[in-house]
Structures are given as C-alpha cells and as structure tokens.
C-alpha cells in the first residue's frame, strides 16, 4: 500500500464510525477528511492520497453544512483534473446531489420510475403538475434522507401549499414533482452494490400513508437524518428478482458510483417495480449482522485495500498488512459464496 494513506471523506459525524473502527481494526493508514472543515491546494498536482472515498452526504445542509455540498463538487473536481483515485468522484457526486438527473439516467437506461417534471420556481409547480397523477411528491433537487418533500393529495392542495409558501425548492432552488406511487405491500426495497457486485437488499414496511421512502438509518431521527432504527418498523434481508439486481448494477455503473444504494418501490396499480433513488452515500443498515448476517464495513474496507493494491492477512494472522497475506480476492469469493448460499435459503 506504500506510505500514502486513504483519505476519507465525510460530514456526518455519527454515520462513519463503523467504518473507522474497521479500519483502526485492520490497521490501515487513513485520514478522515471532514467535508466541512477540509483545506485543499487547488495547485497542487498529487493527491496525498492513495486513493479517496467519498462518503459526502447530500443532506449537509440539514445539519448547517449546506457549503460543505459545494467545496466538495470542487475539490472532486480537482481530483478528477490531476486523475487522482477517487472513489464515487466528481461525476458520481452530481449524480448524489440531483433528482433531475437522477430521473434522466433512469429514462436512459429504460428502467420504470415514477413521471416527474423539474421545476425552478414556486409558481410553476402547478403548470407542472398537469398531466401528472396526484397524488404528488415534491422534492427538493438536492435532497438527501428524505429532507423537504412534500405530498399533494390534489391540485388544490397544491395550489394552497404554493399560496401559503409552505413548499421550498431546497438548496439550489429547484425541485421535482413526481408521481406518489402506492407501494404494494406497504414496503420499498433498497439494493446495495459495491464493486459492480451484489452486496445485500433491506426492505422496510413503510408507516401507514408515509410517503418518506427513505429506507436508509436514522431518517427519521432529528439531527441526525437518514431511518429504520427511529421507526421501530420492520426491516430485514430481502431477495430481490435478479432481474432488479441487474438493473440496480448498471443503473450504479452509468453513474459512475463504485458504491451505491438503488431504491425501489413495487406500484400497487400495476404490480410492476419503479426505481425512485439512487444513492452514492451508502451509510449502510444499522445492527447489520442482525439484519442482514454479515458486517459490510468488513467487504468496503477490503475493497478500499484491493484499490490501492494492498492483502490482507489469512483467518490466523494477526490483523495488519503482511507481506505474506492472502489475496483479498479470495476472501471476497468465499463471502461471496456464503451469501449465494444464503439467498437460496431465502428463496
């Protein structure tokens, strides 16, 4: 791995602390990079990293961090332009902080997803509304956790919200409004992808008549944003169709995410499955373990390690970068094929 150490992006100050206790576990060099407080030479021509992740999240501006989304739009954009190794980078990042663009990768690739139309001011929501069946959602552009949305349950209700000024486009000033579709059995599901790979799927039974979708920890708890643990609703492994994994990877590759969340919901009215989220911030399922039956923090730090080209020790060693280590890959596989073993059980 050499003397350089993996630099760590981040804001939230509770979401990484699995993924820093792995890392001190294992040994590896890293430096945590809060996103708020980060400093940066825009001259300089090397990364003092061997490779960075990116783990912003777009709801810094729920926490007082609103200009922590933009300094890192720059500094990945000037690791991008000195081709530096990041992981979930420049391009990746406005894929994170857009619903827009979101919808329009997802009409590129063909998959269903609720209609939406993108809008910059307050007044044209209505107008932007027709043709759209209510009820409606409207999302702030830059989102994260499921902060600012709003549901309409008519044209009317709407208008009101616009009148009485209590719906707000969020950070940059524009927003989406998008179809509400009912989810069939009350629950959405969320498919996590780490190096092109299947990693695992959650589905949470949603509240009667939510319509926070966030399936992620902590959503729902103030201060802290993002929410299963808060709702004390069922969550637990899920199988989805291969067919939506499938999809699920190559909705991550076209965005350019190594990492990544896909949310989806099954539309009660006609039973088919709609993509409604793509997240490159995976803060990943609280009690995983419990949940899910392995620890992911264990699979992105040896990811990390393969990145920049590191092994690590067999089950008898210590923990720690030994020479004489055993390839990562073959760690992976034997996970890879306990989890096979377990969605068989599953279906």
Same mark, same amino acid.
């Given at each position: 791995? !050499?003397?350089?150490?993996? !630099?760590?992006?981040?804001?939230?100050? +509770?979401?990484?602390?699995?993924?820093?206790?792995?890392?001190?576990?294992?040994?590896?060099?890293?430096?945590?990079? %809060?996103?708020?407080?980060?400093?940066?030479?825009?001259?300089? /021509?090397?990364?003092?990293?061997?490779?960075?992740?990116?783990?912003?999240?777009?709801?810094?501006?729920?926490?007082? %961090?609103?200009?922590?989304?933009?300094?890192?739009? %720059?500094? +990945?954009?000037?690791?991008?332009?000195?081709?530096?190794?990041?992981?979930?980078?420049?391009?990746?990042?406005?894929?994170?902080? @857009?619903?827009?663009?979101?919808?329009?990768?997802?009409?590129?690739?063909?998959?269903?997803?609720?209609?939406?139309?993108?809008?910059?001011?307050? *007044?044209?929501?209505?107008?932007?509304?027709?043709?759209?069946?209510?009820?409606?959602?409207?999302?702030?552009?830059?989102?994260? @956790?499921?902060?600012?949305?709003?549901?309409?349950?008519?044209?009317?209700?709407?208008?009101?919200?616009?009148?009485?000024? =209590?719906?707000?486009?969020?950070?940059? !000033?524009?927003?989406?409004?998008?179809?509400?579709?009912?989810?069939?059995?009350?629950?959405?599901?969320?498919? $996590?992808?780490?190096?092109? $790979?299947?990693?695992?799927?959650?589905?949470? /039974?949603?509240?009667?008549?939510?319509?926070? +979708?966030?399936?992620?920890?902590?959503?729902?708890?103030?201060?802290?944003?993002?929410?299963? =643990?808060?709702?004390?609703?069922?969550?637990?492994?899920?199988? *989805?169709?291969?067919?939506?994994? $499938?999809?699920?990877?190559?909705?991550?590759?076209?965005?350019?995410?190594?990492?990544?969340?896909?949310?989806?919901?099954?539309?009660?009215?006609?039973?088919?499955?709609?993509?409604?989220?793509?997240?490159?911030? =995976?803060?990943?399922?609280?009690?995983?373990?419990?949940?899910?039956?392995?620890?992911?923090?264990?699979?992105?730090?040896?990811?990390?390690?393969?990145?920049?080209?590191?092994?690590?020790?067999?089950?008898?060693?210590?923990?720690?970068?030994?020479?004489?280590?055993?390839?990562?890959?073959?760690?992976?596989?034997? /996970?890879?094929?306990?989890?096979?073993?377990?969605?068989?059980?599953?279906?």
């Amino acid at each position: 791995m !050499g003397e350089a150490p993996i !630099g760590i992006l981040y804001e939230h100050p +509770l979401w990484f602390q699995p993924l820093f206790a792995e890392l001190d576990r294992r040994g590896v060099a890293y430096e945590p990079l %809060h996103a708020n407080e980060l400093v940066f030479d825009p001259g300089a /021509r090397e990364s003092p990293y061997a490779v960075v992740l990116n783990r912003m999240s777009p709801s810094a501006w729920t926490r007082g %961090h609103a200009r922590a989304i933009f300094h890192t739009l %720059h500094y +990945l954009a000037y690791l991008k332009e000195i081709e530096a190794a990041v992981i979930n980078g420049h391009a990746a990042f406005q894929i994170e902080i @857009s619903k827009a663009r979101q919808v329009a990768l997802f009409a590129r690739l063909g998959v269903r997803y609720p209609a939406a139309r993108a809008v910059s001011h307050l *007044p044209q929501l209505e107008a932007a509304a027709d043709g759209l069946r209510f009820p409606v959602l409207v999302k702030p552009n830059v989102g994260g @956790s499921g902060a600012g949305i709003r549901s309409f349950a008519t044209p009317a209700a709407l208008r009101d919200g616009v009148v009485e000024g =209590s719906v707000e486009l969020g950070l940059d !000033g524009t927003a989406l409004v998008q179809e509400q579709l009912p989810a069939a059995d009350g629950s959405v599901v969320r498919i $996590e992808i780490l190096g092109g $790979e299947f990693l695992y799927a959650i589905r949470l /039974r949603l509240l009667p008549g939510s319509f926070n +979708l966030c399936p992620a920890d902590y959503c729902e708890l103030p201060g802290i944003a993002d929410g299963v =643990s808060g709702r004390g609703l069922p969550i637990g492994n899920y199988d *989805p169709p291969d067919v939506l994994i $499938e999809e699920a990877k190559r909705i991550v590759a076209t965005a350019g995410m190594e990492l990544g969340g896909v949310e989806y919901l099954v539309n009660e009215r006609d039973g088919l499955p709609y993509f409604y989220d793509i997240n490159a911030l =995976s803060n990943f399922v609280a009690n995983a373990p419990d949940v899910i039956g392995f620890d992911p923090f264990v699979d992105l730090v040896d990811f990390l390690l393969e990145r920049v080209g590191a092994v690590v020790p067999p089950p008898e060693a210590p923990v720690g970068l030994a020479a004489s280590s055993a390839p990562l890959e073959a760690l992976r596989l034997s /996970r890879d094929d306990s989890r096979r073993s377990l969605r068989s059980s599953l279906g």
